[in-house]
T-cell receptor
Framework: NAGVMQNPRHLVRRRGQEARLRCSPMKGHSHVYWYRQLPEEGLKFMVYLQKENIIDESGMPKERFSAEFPKEGPSILRIQQVVRGDSAAYFC???????????????FGSGTRLTVV | QKEVEQDPGPLSVPEGAIVSLNCTYSNSAFQYFMWYRQYSRKGPELLMYTYSSGNKEDGRFTAQVDKSSKYISLFIRDSQPSDSATYLCAMTRGEGYSTLTFGKGTMLLVSP
């Protein structure tokens, strides 16, 4: 039973390029969450999705960032025209149901470390 | 004032010591409390999950929640070098909310 799979593990982009981060949730999990961990900072919520729907994107920067979770395939976090400040570890998590409906939290992936040069 | 405060450490202890890790929070709406362990270059791993005030024990780990003081703790008994990691507290509100608010994490170093 594979856990939450994120790829790539490491991604280097030049300023102005696009970054695409992929997340395959655990089998049977239909809730996906993206978090960002900046150096010396805690994990910060970005977006919460269920299949084909964005439930809460209150943590997403208004520009350049977008996320999707299509009916088939992984969830994608897309960052357009990357800047140095986007360099961070991006973690995806999944759950079977909403956190408050279960007796466990999320399962996190190992993250994608984005470096913008 | 940040929503969740956590001392970043590092906290250095000898093997076998009892470790106490803590977080304070300001939002009284938080109902669910979690502790995650994160090894270097890895994703966070859920250790403990508690609802509202009280204690919960799982092996060497005990989680405590005191909602009246807005204070949560994680105790690790008989600490091992393999416990060396960053420990993140996290919390969320009640019905309708699934997003977690994390502390910055406390780095724990257990020396043999």
């Amino acid at each position: 039973n594979a856990g939450v799979m994120q790829n790539p593990r490491h991604l280097v982009r030049r300023r102005g390029q696009e970054a695409r981060l992929r997340c395959s949730p655990m089998k049977g999990h239909s809730h996906v969450y993206w978090y960002r961990q900046l150096p010396e900072e805690g994990l910060k919520f970005m977006v919460y999705l269920q299949k084909e729907n964005i439930i809460d994107e209150s943590g997403m920067p208004k520009e350049r960032f977008s996320a999707e979770f299509p009916k088939e395939g992984p969830s994608i976090l897309r960052i357009q025209q990357v800047v140095r400040g986007d360099s961070a570890a991006y973690f995806c998590a999944s759950s079977r149901r909403a956190v408050q409906e279960s007796n466990y939290g999320y399962t996190f992936g190992s993250g994608t470390r984005l470096t913008v040069v | 004032q940040k929503e969740v405060e956590q001392d970043p450490g590092p906290l250095s202890v000898p093997e076998g010591a009892i470790v106490s890790l803590n977080c304070t929070y300001s939002n009284s709406a938080f109902q669910y409390f979690m502790w995650y362990r994160q090894y270097s270059r890895k994703g966070p791993e859920l250790l403990m999950y508690t609802y509202s005030s009280g204690n919960k024990e799982d092996g060497r780990f005990t989680a405590q929640v005191d909602k009246s003081s807005k204070y949560i703790s994680l105790f690790i008994r008989d600490s091992q070098p393999s416990d060396s990691a960053t420990y993140l507290c996290a919390m969320t509100r009640g019905e309708g909310y699934s997003t977690l608010t994390f502390g910055k994490g406390t780095m724990l170093l257990v020396s043999p």
